[in-house]
């Protein structure tokens, strides 16, 4: 069971920007982010391949980029353009099956971290 960490999420001002990054036990693997607003299902917005294939789900197409630092073993979402609908805790999590944005494929996810867009 891979342990996932995530951080650097903030309240920030609509438009601002943020990185978020997640620090998995265990690397490399094909890694997603996903997000969870109040009264809301989880969302996929992001993933990423070990050869370094990115997918973005359309809400975030555009304005979010993932990217993974592979001598750091970190996985980065960085997050441009912020609107209140952003507002959500953001999850890594590891894609055993490099699923891309269809959940079956994640085994492993991390506790999140609180993103506030006002």
């Known amino acids: 069971h891979v342990q996932l960490v995530e951080s650097g999420g903030v309240s920030v001002p609509v438009g601002g920007s943020l990185n978020l990054s997640c620090v998995p036990s265990?690397?490399?693997?094909?890694m997603g982010w996903f997000r969870q607003a109040p009264g809301k299902q989880r969302e996929w917005i992001s993933s990423i391949t070990t050869d370094g294939r990115t997918s973005y789900s359309d809400s975030v197409k555009g304005r979010f980029t993932i990217d993974a630092d592979n001598a750091e073993n970190t996985i980065h979402l960085r997050l441009n353009g912020l609107k209140t609908d952003d507002t959500a805790k953001y999850y890594c999590?590891?894609?055993?099956?490099?699923?891309?944005?269809?959940?079956?494929?994640?085994?492993?996810w991390g506790r999140g971290t609180q993103v506030t867009v006002s």
């Open positions: 999590a590891k894609d055993a099956y490099c699923s891309g944005k269809y959940c079956y494929g994640y085994d492993s």
């Open positions: 265990a690397y490399p693997f094909c």
